[in-house]
DNA sequence: CTCCTCTGGATTGATATCAAACCATTATCG
DNA sequence: CGATAATGGTTTGATATCAATCCAGAGGAG
C-alpha cells in the first residue's frame, strides 16, 4: 500500500508535508516487508494468518474472534475470512462458546503450533540480516514514537 | 495488514525480537492510517490512486506504466488495474506511445490535477491533529531511521 | 532478413481489507 | 413477559496486492 505522496511532500504548511512523508515511508516499509516475510513463509502463511497463530501461541488462544479481531486491528468479517483458511489448513479449530449461542472459540492445534514456530525460524534470516541498517539501539529510539503515533491513530479513529 | 506479532516479540534472540515489534507497529500504523485517509477522500479515491495523481502533478506525467511501477514499487499488474480506475474516473488519460508500439503513457486530466488537490485539502484536518501525537521535532528524528530502513529492505530484495 | 530474447502490458487466481447489510442470540427495559 | 436494543459472526461487493502466465512489439545475433 504506498502511501500519500510519491517521496516527496505536496504544497502543504511545512509541519504537514513532514507528516505525508512519514506516512508515505511506513506505507512502502510495510509493503516492502510483508512481501519479505510472506515469501519465505512456511506452509504459504500470510502475515494475517502468521499474526492469529502467533497471537495464539504467545498470549494464549481459546479467546472469541471477536476478541482477536480488536486486538489484531480488523473488521469482524476479515478475520472470519483468515480464520476460515486456517480452519482449512488444520492450524486452528474454529469451536461453538458454551455460555454464548452466539459466540465461538479458537483454538490452536499442535499442527498450527508448529508452522507457527517454522514461520519464526523461517523469518530469521531476514532479521538478522536487517540488524545491519537497523542495529539495536536504532529501533530502541524508533519504537516508542511509533507507539505514540499508533495508540494516537487509534485514538483518533474512534472520536 | 497486520504485521508479525500479537504486539510484542516472539521467542527469539533479543535484537530480532525487537525488529519484529518494529514491523508490528508499522504495519498497524500504516492500516490505521491508511483506513482514515481513504475515508476522508473525495470521490472514492484510495490511497493507490491518490499515489499515482499525486506523483503526476507533482513530478509530472507522461510516464510509462512500467515507470510509474518502479516507482510507486507495485508490479505492473497492480498497476494495470489501479490505472483502469482512474481512467474510468476521468482523472487520467492513457495514450499510445508514438515511438514504442508497446508502450504508454500516463497523462493527468485537469479534473485530477483538481481531483488531486481535493485529497490533499480533504487530508488536511487529519494531518492538523496527528501534529500533537508527532510534532515537528519527533518526525524529523523519526524520517532519516525509516528511510535508511526502507532502503536496506528495497536492495535486500533485488539481492 | 530471420530467429530468439527481452521488455511492456494485460490477465488470472489467490489473499487481505473495508463498509454495509444481514441473521441469530443475548441482554435490557418497560 | 415481551418488545427493543446490542452483540457476535457471516456474507457481499469493492479495491489493492502479488505471482505467474500470456501476448505483442522491439532489439540483437547470425
Redesign the interface.
Known amino acids: ?8 511532500a ?3 504548511p ?3 508535508a ?6 508515505n ?13 510472506e515469501r519465505v513463509m512456511p506452509h504459504g502463511l500470510t ?2 494468518q ?2 492469529i497463530l ?2 495464539c501461541a ?2 494464549g488462544d481459546n479467546k472469541t474472534p471477536a476478541q482477536l479481531a480488536d ?4 473488521t469482524r468479517g476479515t478475520l472470519t475470512s483468515t480464520l476460515g483458511r486456517l480452519s482449512e489448513k488444520r492450524f486452528i479449530r474454529i469451536v461453538p462458546d458454551e455460555e454464548d449461542g452466539r459466540s465461538k472459540r479458537v483454538v490452536l492445534t499442535a499442527a498450527g503450533r508448529r508452522a507457527r514456530d517454522a514461520a ?1 525460524a523461517a ?2 534470516p ?9 542495529p ?1 539501539a ?6 516508542p ?10 485514538a ?2 474512534t472520536s
Request: proline share 3%.
Open positions: 500500500m504506498p502511501e500519500p505522496g510519491g517521496s516527496e505536496a504544497a502543504a511545512d509541519d504537514e513532514l507528516l505525508l512523508r512519514l506516512f515511508e511506513i506505507g512502502i516499509i510495510n509493503q516492502l516487508a510483508t512481501n519479505a516475510f502475515i494475517a502468521f499474526a502467533n497471537h504467545r498470549l486486538i489484531l486491528q480488523v519464526i523469518a530469521m531476514i532479521l538478522s540480516r536487517a540488524r545491519d541498517a537497523m539495536r536504532r529501533v530502541q529510539d524508533l519504537l514514537a511509533l507507539e505514540d503515533l499508533r495508540r494516537w491513530l487509534d483518533d479513529r
